[in-house]
């Protein structure tokens, strides 16, 4: 790249760079990476590698960022911006599978690399499926229905004769069990505690459906 030609975009760069302090824009990033992208190169050039990475390197671009104005950067926000635009073609065709509004929240770097990697990230297969909520509350629930039933045979078993259980609590549980959220597992949790209770004292010869005074 011709030297004029550079200092045209690294100063593009700058300006685009002090309008992102008070505003972010999707375009000024572009501005701010493409000048960041030719001062890689210009440092690249002057210390004589083909990595951006050693001591000359390293010297040469902080003389290249502080020259436009672009030293005050995040380097966590700089690196991300490199990654972006090393990736520009692909993000910018993903970019326009988005609705307008969608477009327009995704401006700094960190957001447009989260969603465009959380757009095209594939599971791994090998790795276990965390179970979410509603899979816990089915467990849960059948958990329940299970120790019920145990309940009914421990008590048929012992008195011989036909199950009179109250029940009010264990069916408020059940119900309870199908609204959404946290509140459904919870519920569910401290009735299977209490139907585990009941089983206990089942064992030892207590009868269920008598409530403590």
């Keep these: 790249m011709r030297e ?7 100063l593009l760069g700058s300006e685009a760079w002090k ?5 972010k824009d999707y375009n000024d990033w572009l501005k701010v990476g493409e000048a960041l992208l030719v001062g890689r190169e210009w440092a690249m050039n002057q210390a004589q590698t083909n990595k951006p990475e050693g001591k000359g390197y390293n010297l040469c671009f902080s003389e290249y960022l502080q020259r ?7 380097k966590g926000d700089r690196s991300r911006l490199f990654k972006m635009m090393d990736a520009l073609p692909q993000i910018e065709i993903w970019r326009r599978t988005l609705a ?4 327009l929240k995704l401006n700094h770097p960190n957001a447009v690399l989260r969603k465009f990697k959380a757009a095209f990230e594939v599971p791994d297969p090998s790795k276990p499926v965390k179970p979410g909520l509603r899979d816990s509350v089915a467990e849960l629930s059948e958990e ?15 008195t011989k004769e036909p199950l009179q259980l109250t029940l009010e609590e264990v069916r408020a549980a059940y119900i309870r069990s199908l609204l959404s959220g946290l509140e459904r597992e919870a519920d569910l949790q401290v009735e299977l505690g209490l139907l585990r209770l009941r089983v206990m004292e089942v064992l030892k010869g207590k009868p269920v459906n008598q409530r403590e005074a």
């Design 4 to 10: 004029d030609e550079r200092d045209r975009v690294s």
């Design 19 to 23: 309008r992102l302090k008070k505003c």
């Design 68 to 74: 436009y104005k672009l030293d005050d950067m995040d």
């Design 100 to 103: 307008l509004t969608e477009r």
């Design 144 to 158: 329940n229905m299970q120790l019920k039933a145990h309940i009914a045979e421990l008590e048929a078993a012992r």
